[in-house]
């Protein structure tokens, strides 16, 4: 399985920040083709820019949210379709940020990867605990009660992309045990069993504090099918050394 590298630029880059960061990569992918898949989600307000920049590269586009409509009255949102509109082919769904500071849940979050799908979009679904959630040995209940809220029925592994990211390890330079990554992807491809038609090639994101210094030895994990990276991916060669972890 072709691993999955995504940058998650959260509410970060200007216009000439943003542009020079994906020039960047750009350029190093027209140097050196990787193993890996790379993608980039910059805010909303770059990705013409961002688009233009990565343009016959081969690294690809996506969007950090979408609303569960196409188009209408939602003033501030922005719709798969529009998304696709402007070059993306992937959506970050549900992120930790997203369901805490805009309260969104599991079936508002369902409703999105549906959304992300009739638009030709592949969803990526983010999962994870809290700390004390983890500390009270709920990881695995957790992970397995937001799966089977959010994901909708009747998606193939073409169209999702799962992100398991432990939210105190998130933007916060700790990063979980390769032992407790590996036991949970574990569980969610197990968990994927008739959810999704083939879940053995549905792709596993592990998100949480990677670098360039901790990414061979998770992405080298079993059912660990790529990486979802925020701080590390707003710089090209922290970026491109995760990417060139994931051979
Ligand atoms: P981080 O963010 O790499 O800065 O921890 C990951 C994410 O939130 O997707």
Redesign the pocket.
Known sequence: MRKLI?G?W?MNGLGADGLALARDLAKRAGRAPLAAELLICPPATLLAAAGEAIAGSGILLGGQDCHTRQHGAHTGDISAAMLRDAGCSYV?LG???RRTDHHESDALVCAKVKAAREAGLVAIL?LGETAGERDAGRTLEIVSRQLAGSLPEGLGAAELVI?Y?PIW?????RTALPADVAGVHAHLRAALKGKVAAPSEVRLLY?????PANARELLGLANVDGA??????LNAADFWAIAEAAA
């Open positions: 995504a998650n959260k970050i992120h930790s940020e983010c992100a990211e390890a998130i933007g916060t330079g998100g949480g504090s990677v670098k979802l990276v925020g701080g590390a991916s």
